[in-house]
């Protein structure tokens, strides 16, 4: 029972992550200013060479609606690694069809092309449910939690090495570590795995 309800949970994860994350720091690398240094300074300075403080950065498809954004208390670019760090990370995207997707954390990571995503400390991501269709049945809320998360959105891998918390609609499932890749559709959960799998509501 819990195997079956698990493997209905795996195939949202990659909705839930890798949409978002790739989407909203992509175009937050994307505009932000370039830095002034020079190649031999960016190649050895440990120090941020450029930040920003209360930014929003948001993407628009071409007929004007919104696609994703990214805000930020701070953000701080570090050219010896090539990586933009951001404090209080606020991001959220919306897919073609509506489905809005959403995470926070205390502090997010990304290297220049968005291909590696790290989000530290009250890492949430949550898909809320697409309005429901007539004779459809709707998706229920998912939610996705941790102290550390890291995303790499072009080979659609999760990993965390810190204790897990897995919500969908009224079921949940925790580990102490997980690693999901969506290409090879395996998700592996380590150490304590658990889950609590609700009734459904009679119709």
């Known amino acids: 029972m819990i195997r079956q309800g698990w493997d209905q949970f795996s195939l949202y994860l990659p909705v839930l992550l890798m949409g978002l994350l790739a989407l909203g720091t992509w175009w937050l690398v994307r505009n932000a200013p370039a830095p002034q240094l020079q190649a031999v300074e960016r190649g050895t300075s440990n120090q941020p060479d450029y930040f920003m403080k209360s930014f929003s950065v948001k993407s628009f498809d071409a007929n004007g609606r919104l696609q994703s954004e990214v805000q930020g208390e701070v953000a701080r670019h570090f050219p010896n690694t090539d990586t933009l760090e951001i404090e209080k990370a606020r991001m959220r995207s919306v897919s073609p069809e509506g489905q809005l997707t959403l995470a926070t954390a205390d502090r997010a990571l990304t290297n220049a092309d968005a291909s590696e995503v790290q989000l530290f400390g009250n890492a949430v991501v949550t898909r809320e449910p697409l309005p429901g269709k007539a004779g459809a049945p709707k998706q229920p809320r998912m939610e996705f939690r941790s102290e550390f998360l890291h995303a790499y959105t072009k080979t659609e891998r999760v990993r965390s090495d810190k204790p ?40």
């Open 164 to 203: 897990v918390i897995l919500i969908r609609g009224n079921d949940q499932f925790t580990a102490d570590a997980m690693d999901y890749d969506h290409l090879d559709q395996v998700m592996q959960l380590r150490g304590r795995v658990r889950g609590i799998l609700q009734p459904g509501v009679a119709r």
